[in-house]
Each structure stands twice: as structure tokens, then as C-alpha cells.
């Protein structure tokens, strides 16, 4: 093989692996900008923009207590990406302005998310599981109707809400595994106007919390400063 056969097929050979170091760490583009749309997302990217909502930031620094790999770039598409059909009402238990202060509203306050009302309760102020199962609302504030967004059973948890504009949101939340020894985590996209949805699921299961034997859940946790 000639010298300039072989300076080209190692050209060659160098533009594969980068092409596959590449490929191997996709990002989703920005989408906290409303040009692009999360049908576009494919399987592997990351969930990537500008300025991650500091509620979810804050529930990631909550279990990289006991997980050191609980980091945004280890959470990976599925590649799918749903339409949500019409939204059933939902499930009242009572009063639930009770608990507007831990509803998290989009940035016009024209909508907001309710983690808390059916499944917890208060007392003193403080709030106290109660239900097994969640409901997340979805609460058109101007219209006053709200609307079950998601529906979990036991153990599983929508933790925390952040909003990217007016239309588009993540949902964190966690699914515990059936011997209870350990938890799946994932972040849930949704796009109001699109109707669509997609997810982001951390690339490995969090085992059992060995630096602490009893912990509050990262609910109570963010919310303990609202108790007053």
C-alpha cells in the first residue's frame, strides 16, 4: 500500500470514530426554545437546554447524596414520543386550595401543576402522606378546571415540576423496583400546545440509601420551607 493510500484510509478510519464517539453522546437541541419540537427527539438524546428549571436541578442534587451517577446527562431518551388525549377531570378530595401554595404555576400563572392534593395531607401546616396512589393535576387556572394529568400507584412518585414557557414542563419522578431494594428514575417532557409527551429515563437503577437509615421523600424535602 502507497503512502497517500494510506494516509487516506487512516483519514478514513479517524472520521468513523469520531463520527461514533459523536453518535454516542447525542443532545437533544434546546428545548426550552419553542421552535423545536419534541417529535424530533430521538432515542439516546439527552435532555438538553439553555437553563434546566432549579426545582428538578434540585431533586438531581437530592439522590446524588447516595448516588454519585444521579446526573442529568445519564438520563436517555426512550425515542418515543406520545400524544396525550383528552384529559379526564380530576379526582377531588375536598377543598384543594388548601394546598395552593405547593401547586407550581407556569411562568403567566395561567396554569399549574398540583403534586400534592390527593395524595397528601396537612397537618400543622406540614405536609403528610396519606394515599398510596398520586394524582397530578393539570389546573387551567382562568377556566378554573383542572384535570388529571398522570395517575401513579404505589411506589411511584412524581417529585418534582419544573416549567421551561408556558407550554412545556418536566415532571420528575421515581418508580420503585418490586422487592423495594432499589428505584427506577425518570424525567417526563411534556408540550401543552403539541399535546405531546416523551421521556427521559436515568440509564441505571438507584440501589438502597446506606448514608442515612430514615429519610424524609424529596417532596416533603422541597416543600418542607412552605410549611409555614
Known amino acids: 500500500m502507497t503512502r497517500s493510500i494510506k494516509a487516506i484510509v487512516t483519514i478514513f478510519l479517524w472520521g468513523i470514530l469520531l463520527h461514533s464517539c459523536r453518535s454516542s ?3 437533544a437541541p434546546d428545548l426550552s426554545e419553542e421552535k423545536f419540537s ?3 427527539i430521538e432515542e439516546g438524546d439527552t435532555l438538553s437546554m439553555a437553563e434546566m428549571p432549579a426545582s428538578i436541578m434540585e431533586w438531581i442534587r437530592f439522590y446524588q447524596v447516595q448516588d454519585s451517577g444521579f446526573r442529568l446527562p445519564r438520563f436517555r431518551s426512550s425515542g418515543v414520543t406520545l400524544h396525550m388525549e383528552s384529559l379526564s377531570s380530576a379526582i377531588t378530595n375536598g377543598d ?3 394546598f ?3 401547586f407550581c404555576f407556569s411562568p403567566d400563572k395561567n396554569r399549574y401543576i398540583d403534586l400534592v392534593s390527593y395524595s397528601f395531607q396537612l397537618y400543622n401546616g406540614k405536609l ?6 398520586q394524582q397530578v393535576v393539570l389546573a387551567d387556572v ?3 378546571k383542572r384535570f388529571q394529568l398522570l395517575f401513579y400507584g404505589p411506589g411511584q412518585m412524581a417529585e418534582a415540576v419544573g416549567w421551561l414557557n408556558n407550554d412545556r414542563l418536566i415532571i420528575a419522578g421515581t418508580s420503585r423496583t418490586e422487592d423495594g431494594q432499589s428505584f427506577s428514575a425518570e424525567l417526563l417532557l411534556f408540550d401543552l400546545r403539541d399535546s405531546l409527551y416523551t421521556n427521559f429515563q436515568l440509564d441505571h437503577l438507584v440501589g438502597p440509601d446506606t448514608t442515612r437509615m430514615v429519610k424524609p421523600g424529596f417532596l416533603e424535602h422541597y416543600y418542607h ?3 409555614k
Open 38 to 40: 419534541i417529535s424530533a
Open 142 to 144: 382562568a377556566g378554573q
Open 96 to 98: 384543594e386550595s388548601d
Open 100 to 102: 395552593s401554595r405547593f
Open 128 to 133: 403528610i402522606p396519606g394515599e398510596a396512589d
Open 225 to 227: 420551607d412552605l410549611k
Open 25 to 27: 453522546d447525542k443532545q
